[in-house]
T-cell receptor, first 111, second 115 residues
Protein backbone atom coordinates (compact mmCIF):
# COMPACT_ATOMS: atom_id res chain seq x y z
CA UNK A 1 0.00 0.00 0.00
CA UNK A 2 1.46 3.34 -1.05
CA UNK A 3 1.81 5.84 1.76
CA UNK A 4 2.73 9.49 2.02
CA UNK A 5 6.11 10.01 0.39
CA UNK A 6 8.52 12.73 1.47
CA UNK A 7 11.97 13.78 0.35
CA UNK A 8 14.67 14.30 1.26
CA UNK A 9 14.84 12.24 4.46
CA UNK A 10 17.64 14.33 5.92
CA UNK A 11 19.00 17.80 5.23
CA UNK A 12 21.76 19.81 6.86
CA UNK A 13 22.11 23.48 5.94
CA UNK A 14 23.76 26.56 7.33
CA UNK A 15 21.65 29.33 8.84
CA UNK A 16 20.40 31.88 6.34
CA UNK A 17 20.42 29.29 3.55
CA UNK A 18 17.22 28.13 1.89
CA UNK A 19 15.75 24.64 1.78
CA UNK A 20 12.76 22.92 0.20
CA UNK A 21 10.87 19.79 1.12
CA UNK A 22 8.62 17.74 -1.12
CA UNK A 23 5.54 15.68 -0.31
CA UNK A 24 3.47 13.29 -2.40
CA UNK A 25 0.23 12.41 -0.57
CA UNK A 26 -1.75 9.22 -0.80
CA UNK A 27 -3.62 9.11 -4.10
CA UNK A 28 -7.08 10.62 -3.83
CA UNK A 29 -6.46 12.45 -0.56
CA UNK A 30 -7.75 15.97 -0.95
CA UNK A 31 -6.39 17.27 2.35
CA UNK A 32 -2.68 17.76 2.88
CA UNK A 33 -0.94 19.01 6.00
CA UNK A 34 2.57 20.13 6.88
CA UNK A 35 3.53 19.71 10.53
CA UNK A 36 6.72 20.77 12.32
CA UNK A 37 7.95 18.41 15.06
CA UNK A 38 10.67 19.82 17.27
CA UNK A 39 12.62 17.23 19.24
CA UNK A 40 10.69 16.14 22.31
CA UNK A 41 7.45 17.82 21.27
CA UNK A 42 4.29 16.88 19.46
CA UNK A 43 3.75 17.83 15.83
CA UNK A 44 2.51 21.38 15.28
CA UNK A 45 0.49 22.33 12.21
CA UNK A 46 2.15 24.76 9.83
CA UNK A 47 -0.33 24.70 6.95
CA UNK A 48 -3.35 22.76 5.71
CA UNK A 49 -4.46 22.48 2.09
CA UNK A 50 -7.81 21.32 0.75
CA UNK A 51 -7.04 20.39 -2.85
CA UNK A 52 -4.87 23.34 -3.93
CA UNK A 53 -6.43 25.91 -1.61
CA UNK A 54 -5.12 26.93 1.82
CA UNK A 55 -7.48 26.11 4.69
CA UNK A 56 -5.29 27.10 7.64
CA UNK A 57 -1.88 28.77 7.67
CA UNK A 58 -2.29 30.69 10.91
CA UNK A 59 0.84 29.16 12.46
CA UNK A 60 3.07 29.41 9.40
CA UNK A 61 5.88 31.97 9.86
CA UNK A 62 5.13 33.66 6.60
CA UNK A 63 8.21 35.89 6.65
CA UNK A 64 10.37 32.84 6.00
CA UNK A 65 8.14 29.84 5.27
CA UNK A 66 6.10 29.27 2.15
CA UNK A 67 4.18 26.30 0.80
CA UNK A 68 2.31 25.46 -2.32
CA UNK A 69 0.25 22.61 -3.66
CA UNK A 70 -0.01 23.00 -7.37
CA UNK A 71 -2.66 20.90 -9.12
CA UNK A 72 -3.94 19.70 -5.75
CA UNK A 73 -1.52 16.76 -5.49
CA UNK A 74 2.17 17.20 -4.58
CA UNK A 75 3.27 19.93 -2.23
CA UNK A 76 6.48 21.74 -1.43
CA UNK A 77 7.43 23.57 1.75
CA UNK A 78 10.22 26.12 1.60
CA UNK A 79 12.21 27.92 4.26
CA UNK A 80 14.16 31.03 3.28
CA UNK A 81 16.26 32.07 5.14
CA UNK A 82 16.60 29.28 7.68
CA UNK A 83 17.24 29.93 11.37
CA UNK A 84 18.76 27.65 13.98
CA UNK A 85 15.34 27.20 15.62
CA UNK A 86 13.97 25.71 12.41
CA UNK A 87 15.84 22.50 13.19
CA UNK A 88 13.07 19.91 13.40
CA UNK A 89 11.36 17.08 11.58
CA UNK A 90 8.92 18.29 8.95
CA UNK A 91 6.05 15.87 8.58
CA UNK A 92 3.62 15.79 5.72
CA UNK A 93 0.24 14.13 6.22
CA UNK A 94 -2.79 13.56 4.04
CA UNK A 95 -6.37 12.55 4.64
CA UNK A 96 -9.47 11.62 2.68
CA UNK A 97 -11.83 11.67 5.65
CA UNK A 98 -11.01 12.15 9.29
CA UNK A 99 -7.92 9.95 9.58
CA UNK A 100 -4.58 11.57 8.82
CA UNK A 101 -1.73 9.43 7.46
CA UNK A 102 1.80 10.67 7.97
CA UNK A 103 4.95 10.47 5.90
CA UNK A 104 8.31 9.60 7.44
CA UNK A 105 9.32 13.23 7.55
CA UNK A 106 12.37 15.27 6.64
CA UNK A 107 14.84 15.85 9.44
CA UNK A 108 16.28 19.35 9.04
CA UNK A 109 19.37 20.43 10.91
CA UNK A 110 20.36 24.09 10.70
CA UNK A 111 23.94 24.78 11.78
CA UNK B 1 -7.46 27.62 19.85
CA UNK B 2 -7.28 24.06 21.11
CA UNK B 3 -4.69 23.09 23.72
CA UNK B 4 -3.91 19.47 24.57
CA UNK B 5 -1.95 18.45 27.65
CA UNK B 6 -0.53 14.95 28.03
CA UNK B 7 0.81 13.06 31.05
CA UNK B 8 3.11 11.49 31.94
CA UNK B 9 6.00 12.51 29.72
CA UNK B 10 7.78 9.22 30.40
CA UNK B 11 6.42 5.89 31.58
CA UNK B 12 8.30 2.72 32.36
CA UNK B 13 6.43 -0.53 32.94
CA UNK B 14 7.38 -4.16 33.18
CA UNK B 15 6.36 -6.50 30.42
CA UNK B 16 2.87 -7.77 31.07
CA UNK B 17 1.81 -4.78 33.13
CA UNK B 18 -0.71 -2.16 32.02
CA UNK B 19 0.10 1.37 30.91
CA UNK B 20 -2.19 4.39 31.06
CA UNK B 21 -1.60 7.73 29.35
CA UNK B 22 -3.89 10.67 30.03
CA UNK B 23 -4.76 13.77 28.02
CA UNK B 24 -6.92 16.81 28.58
CA UNK B 25 -8.21 19.22 25.97
CA UNK B 26 -9.52 22.74 26.19
CA UNK B 27 -11.95 23.21 23.30
CA UNK B 28 -15.37 21.76 24.05
CA UNK B 29 -16.08 21.72 20.30
CA UNK B 30 -13.43 19.04 19.72
CA UNK B 31 -15.09 15.80 18.68
CA UNK B 32 -12.35 13.52 17.37
CA UNK B 33 -9.48 12.11 19.46
CA UNK B 34 -6.86 9.91 17.80
CA UNK B 35 -3.79 8.31 19.34
CA UNK B 36 -0.57 7.92 17.37
CA UNK B 37 2.43 5.71 18.07
CA UNK B 38 5.82 6.90 16.87
CA UNK B 39 8.82 4.63 16.97
CA UNK B 40 12.27 6.17 16.83
CA UNK B 41 12.92 7.71 13.44
CA UNK B 42 9.61 6.55 12.01
CA UNK B 43 6.33 8.13 11.03
CA UNK B 44 3.49 8.60 13.53
CA UNK B 45 0.98 5.79 13.03
CA UNK B 46 -2.64 5.82 14.13
CA UNK B 47 -3.32 3.07 16.65
CA UNK B 48 -6.83 3.93 17.82
CA UNK B 49 -9.26 6.82 17.72
CA UNK B 50 -12.54 7.80 19.33
CA UNK B 51 -15.31 10.20 18.46
CA UNK B 52 -17.22 12.27 20.95
CA UNK B 53 -20.42 10.25 20.63
CA UNK B 54 -18.67 7.22 22.15
CA UNK B 55 -17.34 6.84 25.68
CA UNK B 56 -15.00 3.91 25.16
CA UNK B 57 -13.44 1.97 22.33
CA UNK B 58 -11.32 -1.16 22.46
CA UNK B 59 -9.07 -2.91 19.97
CA UNK B 60 -7.37 -6.02 21.33
CA UNK B 61 -4.88 -4.85 23.97
CA UNK B 62 -5.51 -1.14 23.56
CA UNK B 63 -8.50 0.91 24.64
CA UNK B 64 -9.39 4.56 24.77
CA UNK B 65 -11.85 6.24 27.11
CA UNK B 66 -13.39 9.68 26.75
CA UNK B 67 -14.99 11.89 29.38
CA UNK B 68 -16.51 14.83 27.51
CA UNK B 69 -17.68 16.58 30.66
CA UNK B 70 -14.21 16.67 32.14
CA UNK B 71 -12.52 17.00 28.73
CA UNK B 72 -10.30 14.02 29.49
CA UNK B 73 -9.35 11.05 27.35
CA UNK B 74 -7.00 8.22 28.12
CA UNK B 75 -5.12 5.41 26.37
CA UNK B 76 -4.94 2.05 28.11
CA UNK B 77 -2.52 -0.67 27.00
CA UNK B 78 -2.85 -4.04 28.71
CA UNK B 79 -0.37 -6.92 28.77
CA UNK B 80 2.40 -4.66 27.51
CA UNK B 81 5.09 -6.12 25.28
CA UNK B 82 8.58 -4.82 24.39
CA UNK B 83 7.32 -3.83 20.94
CA UNK B 84 4.93 -1.37 22.62
CA UNK B 85 7.96 0.76 23.50
CA UNK B 86 7.60 4.03 21.59
CA UNK B 87 6.39 7.61 21.95
CA UNK B 88 2.62 7.95 22.08
CA UNK B 89 0.81 11.15 21.11
CA UNK B 90 -2.77 12.07 21.80
CA UNK B 91 -4.51 14.61 19.60
CA UNK B 92 -7.81 16.44 19.32
CA UNK B 93 -9.70 18.10 16.52
CA UNK B 94 -13.09 19.46 15.59
CA UNK B 95 -14.31 17.61 12.55
CA UNK B 96 -17.16 19.03 10.48
CA UNK B 97 -19.06 17.07 7.87
CA UNK B 98 -17.10 16.97 4.64
CA UNK B 99 -14.13 18.92 5.98
CA UNK B 100 -11.00 17.44 7.50
CA UNK B 101 -9.59 19.53 10.32
CA UNK B 102 -6.14 19.92 11.78
CA UNK B 103 -5.00 17.87 14.74
CA UNK B 104 -3.67 19.52 17.88
CA UNK B 105 -1.19 17.17 19.50
CA UNK B 106 -0.10 16.60 23.06
CA UNK B 107 3.58 16.67 23.93
CA UNK B 108 3.99 12.90 23.85
CA UNK B 109 4.65 10.07 26.31
CA UNK B 110 7.74 7.93 25.99
CA UNK B 111 6.72 4.42 27.01
CA UNK B 112 9.41 1.92 27.85
CA UNK B 113 8.48 -1.70 28.43
CA UNK B 114 11.18 -3.55 30.31
CA UNK B 115 11.70 -7.29 30.46
Amino acid sequence: EAGVAQSPRYKIIEKRQSVAFWCNPISGHATLYWYQQILGQGPKLLIQFQNNGVVDDSQLPKDRFSAERLKGVDSTLKIQPAKLEDSAVYLCASSFGIVAFFGQGTRLTVV
Amino acid sequence: GENVEQHPSTLSVQEGDSAVIKCTYSDSASNYFPWYKQELGKRPQLIIDIRSNVGEKKDQRIAVTLNKTAKHFSLHITETQPEDSAVYFCAASHQSTGTASKLTFGTGTRLQVTL
